[in-house]
């Protein structure tokens, strides 16, 4: 083989000079007939292509490739992609890496999460300061607080028209340059809406209700999504602010979302959308595996970036849904029934660190079984306590851990007081397996 090519074959490009480059993409652009333009730090290949009549592709015909040897360009890269079909556009940025390249779906995200921002502002004043300093704003999506609805929640979510102008606020946005109402502001990608197929969908016989007042009961939801035709819930469960309501029959479910969602009861006006599914065998997993954001820390009371919630199947709540009001990913559920023991079966001794993690339903027996794994000492919990205004007693656990060899802080303590020490020993917990995911090094 050429050396030339061994080189291409072994994804590291070929040695040219600048007017090498130069020849190789004009040869390429009249090759094609593509035109290629260069601007805000990339280069930019067809968009649309020569002859292309209508619209461009839809959101979702894009794929982001990453880890491209930086002496590697169009010329090379678009006989590649060629391959898979038509392209309409390739933009290029250049980043050295020696190793293969990775491809995922690009997602062509249009929605910026706002956060700081004063309670007391409603969705005009936001809308109209985030279009003073920004270009392409759609729409502004601010929840009311759970407790007081004259007030939001702290955040909101920016739509933009595209992308493009999502990225371009984000970086006009950068705290510490624009300042709305004297406050810094925490401006972030906010997570894309969890995708969930269509036929899935049409089976789904759950409503998801937001904006419930805290003092609105199970019962008072379920008599009102009954009046429409008396006897088509099959039940309720309510948390905090929110509400899943199940259906017999699916029909029905979607009968009363239209008729429900707007409806005012105990004075909130509230918002009904299908449920959506979620995967419980990986929420536990991905959260703990160092693939979420390190600002998505809902367990502190830190909103995740979709109303702070998770659109679920009405699954019991975790302990971080009963104490913020939030779906944040928990353990995956475990069958909680009981089995009788009868005459003459046989029970075998058995280490706890022998069992697989899918049989803990709590942070504080994963944290433990997480320490054992890693040939660490157990985890020590210190309490401390204080007294709020109406003189309860509010507690908080810190969580030591002595043997983390390459880390100097080895202790761990949520921004959260709990009523009960068990919500406080596992919110601390779920705490420290938060923070020590993030460590790629450590083995979850």
Avoid at 216 to 237: C, L, M
Wanted: charge should be positive.
């Amino acid at each position: 083989m050429h050396e030339e090519n061994k080189a291409a074959a072994n994804g590291c490009g070929k040695i040219r000079s600048g007017a090498q480059n130069g020849a190789a993409l004009l040869a390429l652009m009249e090759k094609t007939g593509y035109s290629m333009v260069q601007q805000n730090g990339q280069r930019k290949f067809g968009g649309p292509p020569p002859g292309w009549e209508g619209p461009p592709p839809p959101r979702g015909c894009e794929v982001f490739v990453g880890k491209i040897p930086r002496d590697m360009y169009e010329d090379e890269l678009v006989p590649v992609f060629e391959r898979a079909g038509k392209i309409y556009e390739l933009r290029l940025m250049m980043e050295f890496s020696g190793k293969f390249i990775g491809v995922c779906v690009s997602l062509d995200n249009c929605r910026l999460f706002i956060g700081a921002i004063p309670k007391d502002k409603k969705k005009e004043e936001i809308l109209n300061e985030m279009k003073k300093v920004t270009e392409g704003v759609v729409d502004v999506i601010v929840y009311p607080n759970a407790t007081d609805k004259t007030k939001n929640r702290g955040f909101a979510f920016v739509e933009y028209e595209s992308h493009r102008a999502a990225a371009m606020a984000r970086r006009r946005l950068i705290p510490g340059t624009f300042q709305p109402w004297g406050h810094t502001i925490q401006v972030d990608w906010a997570d894309p809406e969890k995708v969930v197929d269509e036929e899935t969908m049409q089976r789904v016989k759950v409503l998801y209700v937001r904006n419930l007042m805290i003092s609105t009961t199970e019962d008072k939801i379920k008599a009102e999504f009954n009046k429409f035709k008396p006897g088509v819930v099959e039940r309720v469960k309510k948390l905090r602010d929110y509400a899943f309501v199940h259906f017999f029959h699916r029909e029905d479910a979607v009968a009363a979302m239209s008729i429900m969602n707007g409806k005012c009861i105990d004075g909130a006006s509230i918002e009904v959308t299908l449920a959506k599914p979620v995967n419980k065998e990986s929420s536990w997993k991905q959260h703990f595996n160092g693939q979420i954001s390190p600002s998505s820390e809902n367990l502190l009371g830190f909103p995740n970036k979709e109303d702070g919630t998770q659109k679920s199947l009405g699954k019991p709540a975790s302990l971080s849904v009963r104490l913020n009001g939030q779906h944040s990913p928990g353990p995956p559920e475990v069958e909680r029934s009981t089995y009788p023991i009868f005459p003459g079966i046989k029970l075998t001794p058995i280490s706890m660190y022998s069992l697989k993690l899918s049989h803990f339903s709590s942070a504080v027996m994963h944290l433990d079984y997480f320490c054992h794994k890693n040939s660490w000492a157990p985890p020590e919990y210190c309490l401390y306590s204080t007294t709020s205004q109406d003189g309860k007693i509010l507690l908080v656990y810190k969580v030591l851990i002595s043997s983390i060899a390459d880390d100097s802080q080895s202790y761990f303590m949520p921004e959260k007081l709990c009523t009960t020490v068990e919500d406080a020993k596992e919110l601390a917990a779920q705490f420290t397996l938060l923070h020590l995911g993030k460590h790629k090094h450590f083995s979850l």
